[in-house]
């Protein structure tokens, strides 16, 4: 099946500091790029959509100017969680996805578990 | 209400029973629907897809009901292996691509 990187895997920082994740399909190109997020013991949320050279499609009460997304190629989307703050840990997942077709799968990355302390 | 619902559990059970997990989904306009698997701390993985007719792939059987808006997963001999949270995802079309959404999962535990 169809690879997507997520980096880094986990990363600790300080309140106020920005924090990159970068998401790669590996071995196909991807029309769309999914970004999630998981608290502890909760469903994954959809954060935003974005598909390569247009802006991110953000869902109801996501702030998209803290959480920056660029889609800047068919292989990579990078979100940027920018002044990080405690209540922004949590487990932040990509996926990619070639085609519109609601029968395409989504391929997931192995998520990065951001810690803010 | 939530978008996708299911019983979080856990669901312990001894290797080799049959276990069934069920799901309702409110979107009635959902068009397609999957199970996922998610091991502890770790990504999601497609488990199958679920379709009208039902299907079966080895010892996992899921069922859609779209009139009543359920879903459901039977897994037969059930493995130690099978330890792991399954997700109920429900797929609505958006604007220039699709929108999963998932429920907040059924953990099932295999015990020896």
């Known amino acids: 099946g169809a690879v997507v990187s997520q980096h880094p895997s986990w990363v600790i920082c300080k309140s106020g500091t920005s924090v990159k994740i970068e998401c790669r399909s590996l071995?196909?190109?991807?029309?769309?790029m999914f970004w999630y997020r998981q608290f502890p013991k909760q469903s994954l949320m959809l954060m935003a959509t974005?598909?390569?050279?247009?802006?991110?499609?953000?869902e109801q009460g996501v702030e998209k100017d803290k959480f920056l997304i660029n889609h800047a190629s068919l292989t990579l989307s990078t979100l940027t969680v920018t002044s990080a703050h405690p209540e922004d840990s949590s487990f932040y997942i990509c996926?990619?996805?070639?085609?519109?077709?609601?029968?395409?799968?989504?391929?997931f990355g192995p998520g990065t578990r951001l810690t803010v302390l | 209400r939530k978008e996708v619902e299911q019983d979080p559990g856990p669901f312990n059970v001894p290797e080799g029973a049959t276990v069934a997990f069920n799901c309702t989904y409110s979107?009635?306009?959902?068009?397609?629907f999957f199970w996922y698997r998610q091991d502890c701390r770790k990504e999601p993985k497609l488990l199958m897809s679920?379709?009208?007719s039902g299907n079966e792939d080895g010892r996992f059987t899921a069922q859609l009901n779209r009139a009543s808006q359920y879903i459901s997963l039977l897994i037969r001999d059930s493995k130690l292996s099978d330890s792991a949270t399954y997700l109920c995802?429900?797929?609505?079309?958006?604007?220039?691509?699709?929108?999963?959404?998932f429920g907040t999962g059924t953990q099932l535990k295999v015990e020896l």
């Open positions: 974005s598909n390569e050279g247009s802006k991110a499609t953000y």
């Open positions: 996926s990619a996805q070639t085609g519109l077709n609601s029968y395409n799968e989504q391929f």
């Open positions: 071995d196909f190109q991807a029309t769309t």
């Open positions: 679920v379709y009208s």
């Open positions: 979107n009635s306009a959902s068009q397609s």
């Open positions: 995802v429900v797929n609505n079309q958006a604007g220039g691509g699709n929108k999963l959404t």
